[in-house]
């Protein structure tokens, strides 16, 4: 996995609630047996019209947004199925951070294992950051893991929450499952002391 | 008596009431690759950890996958079922044969294609290139790997989270886990059953575990009786509609009250089964006399069946157990639920109107569900039975069991589906679709006017050729009325069986409660 250390980067805001993992990456797109080329389908059915042109309104389709690799949104983002494809098409896509007030678990959860530091805010603080993107024409945070920082040019300076161990994972862009595996002698005493072999 | 896997417990005992099975052999399931020797997967203790705290289901069956908890990490939990599909395993099998892993306990793995198959003629081979080769890969990865696989051809091939429970492979106390968010259905039984991601699949395919936080627990009771006509469905989306789709983020939800209690099983499936609409990762109730008579005879139920209870028995969450959050609701307030937005918890009952925004105190809600009505093509104080519908699927994880289809039959018998309507009925198994032309439930459909089809997700999610139209109108027994959930620009309303076997006759939703059954 990709380490992730320190960030600086265009945010793009969408000021929608609920963001599902049905709009982050449609069902037609998971057919592939490939862990990559995702970002071409991200928000594929608001992205794009039926005979494949932009649907310029949409907020990753508008000018500002070109390039951001942060990502600002409501509550409950992710929400829906655990597909991983969402924060690989994420990822593919460009982005290395998501600001919310609150992420779906299973999602939340998928992002750490491919790089990708979402970051949960109070309502107001996601809402003064919304403010911030109107205001400043080319908006950028940065996204500090190691001291769980964000900040940007204009005098913000916030700290955000993230458990210690995902945190540590991510750092150094760790394998849970080499992690594990250095337990194992333990799942073979788990399994031998329970007759499970 | 025969067995098909060659299982230390299989007896060939008949598996659903009256059901019939057809016979075959290992080799349907393991391509020709031995596979490991089924094993008795739980043998729940009481745990020897503060003996005496009073203690949920949730912290039991915790307590007793706890492999280690090393310092200033995440909890190594044992996984006692996993339960594996086409579409997110293969980047996960992938994985392993990058870094040179085995699958640490295949016979702890059982796999199936269900998202993305045909509900058609399964003789003929999958028209989409890119399908038919995930389901090829999905056969590829089982045989390399030595995993037991219910193929497109075996009888017993269904929805995943229809057939464990089906076959017996869901029981009490156990871990479970799956890449699919719907894997709550087997708390139904009484198991810690979770969705995962693709990594945590490679996760638990190499290692048997998962790292996982300890859950907060959510205690939902819900007392009283459900009135007539109203259903497990129906009182899920309810609860979804009062909590809302993030209410249950974080918690572990336990279902508790008289009016679970009284739930038969595959109701319970329908409770547990949307949890995660709810936000809540899993959802279970407490094993009880309705869940050992489900289990009871079953293809991979214990040998021991009896001590097997006794242990089951000790599961339920002690008097005076603690949960972080406890709600209560009164069986009594639920009436037939229609969802009328783009999320389930934007749901109202059949007699109500369509909200307007401007009732709705939060600024996101107001928001969400001026955006969502939008989508759906619907206008604030029309009545919901007056909305009319283009096309009706029956069928998922939610609602494609036979007591489902015995419920939409019901409703079907002597009438015909209306003039315009597309409905179609997709059984959750191969084994509920053959009891179901037993009972002559198919005969019923057919002759309403409803297509009889092959089991699978289907429509659910719309990976395979079932899909709606942009613009039309379906009412859906499935779990998510998500924007292009079932087909872009296709509108879902999420309902009952029963509810939506009356859409499909009267070409609008209606009131189950005054159906005229013949």
């Known amino acids: 996995m990709k ?30 047996i490939e862990r990559t080329g995702f970002g071409q389908f991200l928000f594929f059915d608001w992205r794009f019209h039926e005979d494949g042109s932009d649907k310029p309104e949409f907020e990753l389709n508008r000018p500002e947004a070109k390039g951001a690799t942060v990502l600002l949104a409501r509550r409950n983002f992710g929400c829906g199925s655990s597909r991983e494809h969402a924060p690989w098409a994420l990822e593919d896509y460009g982005f290395r951070v998501l600001i919310a007030p609150s992420f779906a678990d299973i999602f939340y959860n998928n992002c750490f294992k491919n790089g990708l530091l979402p970051i949960a805010l109070s309502n107001e603080q996601v809402s003064d950051l919304f403010g911030r993107v109107e205001n400043y024409p080319g908006y950028r945070l940065t996204i500090d893991l190691d001291t769980r920082r964000i900040s940007d040019e204009h005098g913000l300076d916030l700290p955000f929450e993230v458990d210690d161990f995902r945190r540590y994972c991510l750092l150094n862009g760790l394998d849970d499952i080499g992690l594990t595996l250095k337990h194992e002698e333990k799942i073979t005493a788990y399994e031998a002391a329970r007759g499970l072999v | ?36 020797p089924w094993r008795p997967l739980f043998r729940y203790e009481a745990s020897t950890t503060m003996p005496d705290a009073p203690r949920t289901i949730v912290e039991k069956i915790w307590d ?4 280690c908890a090393p310092e200033g990490q995440q909890t190594i939990l044992y996984i006692d079922l996993h339960l594996v599909h086409e579409v997110t395993s293969p980047q996960a099998f992938e994985g392993l044969r990058q ?10 793995t059982v796999a199936t294609p269900d998202h993305n198959v045909p509900t058609t003629d399964r003789g003929l081979p999958i028209a989409d290139p890119i399908s038919r080769q995930q389901v090829d890969t999905l056969r590829k990865n089982c045989q390399e790997f030595g995993i037991r696989l219910y193929d497109l051809d075996n009888p017993q091939q269904g929805i995943v989270h229809v057939i464990g429970p089906e076959l017996g492979l869901t029981q009490p106390g156990m871990t479970i886990v799956c890449g699919d968010s719907h894997t709550a259905t087997h708390g139904a039984l009484g198991a810690l059953a979770f969705g995962i991601g693709t990594s945590e699949v490679e996760h638990v395919l190499a290692t048997q575990t998962l790292l996982q936080y300890p859950p907060k627990t959510l205690e939902i009771r819900v007392d009283g009786q459900l009135a007539q006509g109203v259903t497990a469905k129906d009182l899920i989306l309810y609860v979804i509609g009062q909590l809302t789709t993030a209410g249950g ?60 209870v006794t242990r089951w028995q000790k599961l339920a969450s002690d008097e005076g157990a603690r949960y972080d959050k406890s709600l209560v609701f009164d069986a009594a307030d639920v009436a037939p639920q229609v969802t009328w937005g783009t999320n389930p918890g934007q749901v109202t009952t059949v007699d109500a109107r369509i909200p307007a925004p401007a009732q709705f105190g939060d ?38 069991r036979i007591e489902d289809l015995r419920a939409a039959a019901a409703v079907a018998q002597g009438h015909h589906v209306a003039a315009g309507v597309h409905a179609m009925i997709v059984p959750g198994s191969g084994q509920v679709k053959q009891q179901a032309e037993e009972e002559g439930l198919d005969a019923i459909f057919r002759e309403s006017g409803f297509e009889w089809r092959e089991a699978g997700c289907s429509m659910c999610l ?6 709606l139209q942009p613009g039309e109108r379906c009412a859906s027994t499935s779990n998510r009325n998500f924007e292009g959930r079932q087909g872009r620009d296709g509108r879902t309303h999420l309902v009952s069986p029963a509810m939506a076997a009356a859409a499909a006759v009267a070409g609008h939703f209606v009131d189950i409660r005054r159906w005229d059954y013949k």
């Open chain 1, 3 to 32: 380490p992730f250390t320190k960030h600086t980067g265009l945010v793009a805001a969408m000021d929608r609630s609920d963001v599902d993992t049905d709009q982050i990456i449609p069902k037609q797109f998971l057919k592939r």
């Open chain 2, 1 to 36: 008596m025969w067995c098909a896997h060659g299982c230390a417990d299989g007896d060939g005992r008949a598996d659903l009431a009256g059901g019939h099975r057809a016979r075959y052999d290992i080799d349907d399931v393991s391509h020709g690759r031995p596979v490991t």
């Open chain 2, 64 to 67: 007793d996958h706890v492999v």
């Open chain 2, 99 to 108: 870094e040179g892993r085995q699958v640490r306990r295949p016979e702890r």
């Open chain 2, 249 to 308: 983020t974080g918690f572990v939800i336990e279902y508790t009250g008289s009016a679970i209690r009284t739930l038969g099983m595959e109701e319970r499936m329908t409770v547990c089964n949307m949890s995660i609409e709810a936000g809540a990762r899993a959802g279970l109730i407490a094993p009880d006399q309705t869940t050992f008579d489900y289990l009871r005879g079953r293809q991979f139920a214990p040998q021991d069946f009896d001590a097997a």
């Open chain 2, 363 to 400: 600024e996101a809600d107001r928001k969400s569900a001026a955006r969502a009505l939008e989508y759906m093509g619907l206008e604030p104080g029309t009545p919901v039975d007056a909305i009319k519908i283009d096309r009706v699927f029956v069928g998922s994880c939610t609602n494609g």
């Open chain 2, 462 to 467: 719309g990976m395979n050729a079932d899909i």
